[in-house]
């Protein structure tokens, strides 16, 4: 299997634009998960999805975000419009039922607002 | 979730054990105590969990005291890649979601 498959790996955009992340999971893997790294807050869980439902949202900074799960091999992270403090390193990864704790990160996108 | 305190960061010479520690005090009995590591510019990859029996696989073997109120993650022969940050979680098994503290960064001596 390929892994959990991120893109883009890269992006720089400015202020008031809208960024689309995009996540494949692992094939058979129910749970899908976003998260965010920045040096100040760490590794944050912003959403997850469970058979393309999302769980819990809790995690979404605010409205700007919004998260999808169309089928069980793609979610989208948007965000709109970006603002500086949203560059951070967002990764996507995917557990299976009973093991969710398990769970297998992608390579990460690297997110730049200038 | 329990909380976690994990030393700030440590160094080991390559091919020598690191021994990871981490601290859980107010662990309760159906918590499990998961390993991820991160290695530079990569996501975080999981490593080993336990409940209370010691575990051991290809990466590393996981330690739990008998009262649970610790752990020690196990590297046998550390080698150069092995230099990452490591995360201890504690969390209930069925509860789908990780929080992730601050870890211990792990630097491989030559």
């Known amino acids: 299997d390929a892994g959990v498959i991120q893109s883009p790996r890269h992006e720089v955009t400015e202020m008031g634009q809208e960024v689309t992340l995009r996540c494949k999971p692992i094939?058979?893997?129910?749970?899908l998960f976003w998260y965010r790294q920045t040096m100040m807050r760490g590794l944050e869980l912003l959403i997850y999805?469970?058979?393309?439902?999302?769980?819990?949202d809790s995690g979404m900074p605010e409205d700007r975000f919004s998260a999808k799960m169309p089928n069980a091999s793609f979610s989208t992270l948007k965000i709109q419009p970006s603002e500086p403090r949203d560059s951070a390193v967002y990764f996507c990864?995917?557990?299976?039922?009973?093991?969710?704790?398990?769970?297998?990160f992608g390579p990460g996108t690297r997110l730049l607002v200038l | 979730d329990a909380k976690t305190t994990q030393p700030t960061s440590m160094d080991c010479a390559e091919g020598r054990a690191a021994n990871l520690p981490c601290n859980h005090s107010?662990?309760?009995?159906?918590?499990?105590v998961y390993w991820y590591r991160q290695i530079h510019s990569q996501g975080p990859q999981y490593i080993i969990h336990g409940l209370k029996n010691n575990e051991t696989n290809e990466m590393a073997s996981l330690i739990i005291t008998e009262d649970r109120k610790s752990s020690t993650l196990i590297l046998p022969h550390a080698t150069l890649r092995d230099t990452a940050v490591y995360y201890c979680?504690?969390?209930?098994?069925?509860?789908?979601?990780?929080?992730f503290g601050t870890g211990t960064r792990l630097t491989i001596i030559p």
């Open positions: 107010t662990i309760s009995g159906n918590e499990y």
């Open positions: 990864a995917s557990g299976r039922t009973g093991a969710s704790e398990t769970q297998y």
């Open positions: 094939s058979g893997h129910d749970y």
């Open positions: 979680i504690v969390t209930n098994f069925g509860n789908e979601k990780l929080t």
């Open positions: 999805f469970n058979n393309n439902v999302p769980i819990d």
